[in-house]
């Protein structure tokens, strides 16, 4: 039987370093964080999709100027069939919310790994 935290990385896609770090202090302790992640990425009936949380968590990524982060979801963006305008309008936003100077430091990054995994 898989454990909750093999159950996010299934979702994530990888294992939170978060989870990671739990479970090195203590398992139980692991898995009540990775019970936190399953909550929040679960998908309910009339909630918001893995793509659209995905979307969100990108442009959050984007507009803290986290480039590392917003690289790593591409790939579930990808996965999840994001379109190249959504991903787009999720930059727009993000320039919006955190500002051009972080847009100009961030965009040149997720631009350039948009275009080597082939989200066209």
């Known amino acids: 039987m898989d454990s909750i935290a ?3 990385k299934q979702v994530k896609g990888f294992m939170p370093r ?3 770090y739990a479970k090195s202090m203590d398992d139980d302790f692991g898995e009540a964080v990775a019970g936190f992640y399953k909550s ?3 998908e309910r009936e009339g ?3 893995l793509k659209e949380k995905h979307l ?3 442009t959050v990524a984007c507009a803290n100027n986290n480039s590392e982060s917003a690289v790593k979801i591409l790939e579930r963006l990808r996965k999840f069939d994001a379109s190249r305008t959504e991903i787009l309008d999720a930059m727009m ?3 919006w919310t ?3 100077q972080n847009f100009t430091d961030f965009s040149s990054v997720v631009l350039k790994q948009m275009e080597k995994i082939g989200i066209e």
């Open 56 to 58: 969100l968590v990108f």
């Open 93 to 95: 936003i993000a320039a």
């Open 18 to 20: 978060a989870i990671r």
């Open 40 to 42: 929040v990425w679960a």
């Open 6 to 8: 093999d159950e996010v």
């Open 47 to 49: 909630g918001l999709s």
């Open 98 to 100: 955190g500002g051009i």
